[in-house]
């Protein structure tokens, strides 16, 4: 054990006495480790972020949006989904507990006093909150009399009530929407920004007839569809049914695209597992490239250190020194190096994620398994690339190292 340590000391003085070395090692070795430490945070910060956003979408519910994938994709009519569609819905499914329709009309101009917004109408029923699990923190939600009534009564987000109102109280307070007063009778709680980067507080939600028949002078479509299920367990299967159904009463004809779109809760992680698989490749080439890089600038470095330091191998071998002991010690300071290294390439990594987060609003998570991670690559990279120097260092013969 005294031989171990001392070892070990020999090997710390060594890294002290070859600055430059142990300088290039720890550049090249914290690089490679803070790209592959990024990488394994940024997937676990997706894979958290997904399911908060599964959570928050809902597991039981299913969102269907008027228009189909391709039609979407190309700008073409978005509004198939019908308010004859949604009572056959209601008729139909009798585990869908909640079927809330939903239209909305983007930057539209919404004023109060002097101060004037673009913002995001919603017409919904009164069940909106609900079916979105989104409570009303301020005042209180609007009623189906509300509905039945084409009132003009809203709920308005965080973020609109800062905008507008800034710290007065906006419930029972109105503001023009274009041309109609619409009196605010609650505030939603605060809910971020979605997968896709709109923020969702930026909203006023208002009856679904107020909407349609003053805003829109709609009478049959709407743009989307809110369906939450009793059996959860059930839901891919409502996904199929309700497929088969919709293209039954829209009369689509096998082989034709659907002319609506279903995103459920598998959607929404295939989105985000999407996003950041880009970052993952790139990142992931860029690490591994590092750390190649970082293995043979230890490896040859660490050659140079060997016929630099010749005479000293030689020297203990003659006193008595083994040919393990020698092995032993140059891959304990590869593998000091690289350990330093990957601390360095960890504390890298915190401050790029934050870079990352703050350029892009990034989903990353650091946990152990980051750590554990880079501290693992690290001492493979000290062991593997440290091996074949400290092999031929062992292998120098006393004699002639002395000689040289």
Not at 260 to 270: A, N, V, W
Not at 352 to 369: D, G, M, T, V
Not at 383 to 391: D, V
């Amino acid at each position: 054990m005294d031989r171990f340590f001392k070892i070990i000391t020999q090997s710390i003085k060594a890294i002290h006495s070859f600055k430059l070395r142990t300088f290039f090692c720890l550049i090249s070795v914290a690089l490679g480790i803070s790209s592959i430490t990024v990488i394994v945070a940024a997937t676990e910060g997706a894979y958290k972020k997904a399911f908060e956003i599964v959570a928050r979408f809902g597991p039981d519910s299913l969102l269907i949006l008027g228009g189909g994938e391709e039609a979407r994709a190309v700008g073409e009519r978005q509004k198939t989904i019908t308010l004859d569609d949604i009572e056959a819905i209601k008729e139909t499914f009798d585990s869908a507990y909640l079927v809330v329709p939903m239209t909305a009309m983007r930057e539209i101009t919404v004023s109060y006093k002097d101060k004037k917004y673009q913002t995001l109408i919603v017409g919904s029923t009164s069940d909106y909150s609900l079916a979105w699990s989104w409570p009303v923190v301020e005042g209180s939600d609007f009623t189906e009399d509300d509905v039945n009534g084409l009132k003009n009564v809203g709920l308005i987000g965080q973020y609109l009530v800062k905008e507008l109102f800034g710290n007065e109280n906006p419930v029972g307070k109105y503001v023009l929407i274009k041309t109609i007063p619409v009196q605010i009778v609650g505030v939603l709680s605060e809910r971020g920004t979605s997968p896709a980067g709109e923020n969702l507080d930026d909203r006023i939600v208002i009856p679904i007839t107020t909407l349609m028949r003053k805003l829109e002078n709609e009478t049959k479509y709407v743009r989307a569809l809110r369906v939450r299920f009793m059996d959860q367990e059930n839901l891919y299967n409502h996904i199929e049914e309700l497929r088969a159904f919709l293209r039954k009463r829209h009369g689509i004809p096998g082989g034709e695209p659907d002319d609506f779109t279903i995103i459920s809760p598998k959607e929404i992680i295939k989105f985000l597992v999407a996003l950041t698989g880009s970052l993952v490749i790139f990142l992931g080439i860029t690490g591994v490239i590092s750390l190649i890089v970082a293995g043979f600038v230890l490896a040859n470095l660490f050659l140079l250190s060997v016929r630099e330091r010749t005479n000293e191998i030689g020297i203990r071998r003659a006193v008595g020194a083994k040919k393990r002991d020698i092995l032993f010690q140059f891959l304990c300071e590869s593998v000091i190096l690289t350990t330093v290294g990957g601390f360095t390439g960890f504390i890298i990594a915190i401050f790029a994620s934050r870079l990352l987060k703050y350029i892009a609003e990034f989903p990353i998570h650091f946990s152990w398994k980051a750590f554990v991670v880079g501290l693992f690559l690290s001492w493979v990279i000290g062991i593997g690339f440290g091996l074949q120097p400290a092999k031929r260092a062992a292998d120098l013969k006393p004699i002639e190292a002395v000689r040289r």
